[in-house]
């Protein structure tokens, strides 16, 4: 039996055969001391992990698996009243499963109407390790943006879109990859890489998330480079059908006027 075609799966209801659910982890802001936004990330049903659930995605399935993770996402996100803490709700998108932004974007809606989850509360995030047509998801992101939705590049700087991408559409968020994070308070390359990325965003006028904090010292750097919202495994694990507690570790107070001179001596040190 062949899939049915965009269009007609999606006004006929047609579903992604795997059931699935979703896992939620905070982004915290410590300006503010609460959570940003609430990551959906896909699961199976029975708990399993997010690979388990990709493995069966194909060519043929793509466009209703991303349809029904959107679907899943909010009425989970509903029912566990994301919307009434003040925090956003972040959901993953394939831009290579969206035909067309004006007749896919339907279902997402409807699920919001149907589940009563405003749909000012939704940021959509896209990976920039999919290769898509510039113009495509260019067309994309300006309407959702029309329709009053945030977006996010995830992964930024590991994949296709980069630097290009922002000379034509600057996000709302932009979250800088994990491998730019990891050791960054040990390492002066990452440090120096960070701190001008940060910098660069900011002048573009995008909020910086950096996505897996592990630790404090990371933290501690990132917040002395001005950085405000985290996300990680050093504040919440996902939380299987739920939204996990979150730690708030301590971090030494902000040292921003030293981070520009500290990380470029750093790296002035490491290549003499």
């Known amino acids: 039996m062949t899939s049915p075609k965009p269009c007609e799966g999606c006004r006929n209801g047609a579903s992604f055969h795997k059931p699935i659910s979703m896992a939620f982890q905070p982004i915290l802001s410590f300006q503010n001391k609460d959570v940003f936004a609430y990551e959906a990330l ?133 979250k800088l990859d994990m491998h730019l994070i990891r050791n960054c308070d040990t390492d002066p390359t990452r440090r120096a890489i960070l701190l001008h990325t940060v910098a660069m965003l900011h002048d573009l006028g995008s909020k910086v998330i950096c996505e897996g904090v592990e630790t404090v010292g990371e933290a501690t750097v990132l917040q002395d480079m001005g950085v405000d919202l985290m996300q990680g495994y050093l504040f919440a694990k996902p939380a299987f059908e739920a939204l996990p507690e979150t730690a708030w570790p301590e971090l030494p107070v902000a040292r921003k006027a030293h981070a520009t001179t500290r990380a470029a001596s750093d790296v002035r040190q490491r290549v003499s």
């Open 42 to 174: 896909v699961r199976g049903t029975d708990g399993s992990g997010a690979a388990a659930v990709f493995e069966e995605v194909t060519t043929d399935n793509v466009y209703l698996f991303d349809q029904v993770c959107r679907s899943t996402a909010i009425g989970l996100a509903a029912r566990l009243g994301v919307a009434a803490t003040g925090a956003l709700l972040s959901i993953n998108f394939l831009p290579n499963a969206v035909y067309d932004p004006r007749a896919c974007i339907r279902v997402t809606l409807d699920a919001a109407e149907r589940t009563g989850f405003p749909v000012d509360r939704i940021m959509f995030e896209f990976t920039e390790t999919e290769k898509v047509d510039p113009k495509h998801l260019l067309n994309i992101l300006s309407h959702y943006r029309k329709l009053g939705f945030l977006t996010a590049i995830d992964d930024f700087g590991a994949g296709f879109a980069g630097i290009g991408l922002l000379a034509d559409f600057v996000p709302d968020v932009v």
